[in-house]
T-cell receptor, first 117, second 112 residues
Framework: DTEVTQTPKHLVMGMTNKKSLKCEQH?????MYWYKQKAKKPPELMFV???????INESVPSRFSPECPNSSLLNLHLHALQPEDSALYLCASSRASGLLGGYQPQHFGDGTRLSIL | AQSVTQLGSHVSVSEGALVLLRCNYSSSVPPYLFWYVQYPNQGLQLLLKYTSAATLVKGINGFEAEFKKSETSFHLTKPSAHMSDATEYFCAVTRYGNKLVFGAGTILRVKS
């Protein structure tokens, strides 16, 4: 069983809808991530939150709006999406990197498969 | 910028044969390197990681990888392939902080 839980597992929405993807972890991690993965492609980083503050935004269109309400939850709010936004959206979490940098392994959820009609 | 190149988008081996998945990194300084596995309709699972402690890294499910600075490589191996190993594998790199960059992926096929 994955330690990072994503809901819903599948989502179909129209281009005018507003929906949200949710991610939850209870490992005490203070860094959380959103990735987008198109079919037969590797995951691409979208956003990174560290200590509940947005630290990386990979030039993602504003129709994707992340939110980190607390250290265990990460949301991705969707509005006015385009058909090309159909993909698997993966959430991950890790311990935050220390002051000297380094790397902490990321733990991934099983993703939300999003289809835009 | 950090990057990794996975040689071969598809690799096919017979059950019981050696598995070798190739990954070369681009970096002016030794980075942190990882292999992840992704089963259909699932997220990514960390197989193993290189963080400069040892050049030969052992991971889960019998996989291991060797960091070779002279070749800028971090190839993934397993002595004997099992049918359950058939899925997609990603090599990934990071140098600072939390930004992870993935290679294009290699799909492993295991023939019975």
């Amino acid at each position: 069983d994955t330690e990072v839980t994503q809901t819903p597992k599948h989502l179909v929405m129209g281009m005018t809808n507003k929906k949200s993807l949710k991610c939850e972890q209870h490992m005490g991690h203070r860094a959380m991530y959103w990735y987008k993965q198109k079919a037969k492609k590797p995951p691409e980083l979208m956003f990174v939150y560290s200590y509940e503050k947005l630290s990386i935004n990979e030039s993602v269109p504003s129709r994707f709006s992340p939110e980190c309400p607390n250290s265990s939850l990460l949301n991705l709010h969707l509005h006015a999406l385009q058909p090309e936004d159909s993909a698997l959206y993966l959430c991950a979490s890790s311990r935050a990197s220390g002051l000297l940098g380094g790397y902490q392994p990321q733990h991934f959820g099983d993703g939300t498969r999003l289809s835009i009609l | 910028a950090q990057s990794v190149t996975q040689l071969g988008s598809h690799v096919s081996v017979s059950e019981g044969a050696l598995v070798l998945l190739r990954c070369n990194y681009s970096s002016s300084v030794p980075p942190y390197l990882f292999w992840y596995v992704q089963y259909p309709n699932q997220g990514l699972q960390l197989l193993l990681k290189y963080t400069s402690a040892a050049t030969l890294v052992k991971g889960i499910n019998g996989f291991e990888a060797e960091f070779k600075k002279s070749e800028t490589s971090f190839h993934l191996t397993k002595p004997s392939a099992h049918m359950s190993d058939a899925t997609e594998y990603f090599c990934a790199v990071t140098r600072y902080g939390n930004k992870l960059v993935f290679g294009a992926g290699t799909i492993l096929r295991v023939k019975s």
